[in-house]
């Protein structure tokens, strides 16, 4: 069974950075791509970056430039850097990965139904 642990959200005040880890174990992590997805009060869930297997990375176009998505296959752990933040990043954050070890390109890891497990999410609140 596939677990995703994340950690590292806060508080922090708009311009700041703060840095995201989610912590997968139950299978051979450097197989499969990861997500990260957001979720604020009202809203539904949507994509924030990704990283495929090979490592590409995709990113929303409200986070580009900003937010930069990284992996240590050696610690099995995915991580979502967020820079200049900004009152509406304020979320709650999911980890985020797929059953099938697949290459695909932009649709298939930016879209929700790729991912088949979940982590228990992690609030950040930007404050301005």
């Known amino acids: 069974q596939v677990q995703l642990v994340e950690s590292g959200g806060g ?7 703060l840095r995201l880890s989610c912590a997968a174990s139950g299978r051979t992590f450097s ?9 604020a009060p009202g ?7 990704a990283i495929s297997r090979s490592d590409n990375k995709y990113y929303a176009d409200s986070v580009k430039g900003r937010f930069t998505i990284s992996r240590d296959n050696a610690k099995n752990t995915v991580y979502l850097q967020m820079n ?3 009152p509406e990043d ?4 999911y980890c985020a990965a797929p059953e099938d070890p697949r290459l695909g390109g932009y649709y298939y890891h930016t879209r ?9 999410g992690t609030q950040v609140t930007v404050s301005s």
């Open 11 to 17: 508080l922090v005040q708009a311009g700041g950075p």
């Open 31 to 39: 197989m499969h791509a990861m997500g990260w997805f957001r979720q």
């Open 43 to 49: 809203k539904e869930r949507e994509f924030v970056a």
């Open 84 to 86: 200049s933040l900004k």
């Open 90 to 93: 304020t979320a709650v954050y």
């Open 112 to 120: 929700l139904a790729t991912y088949d497990y979940w982590g228990q």
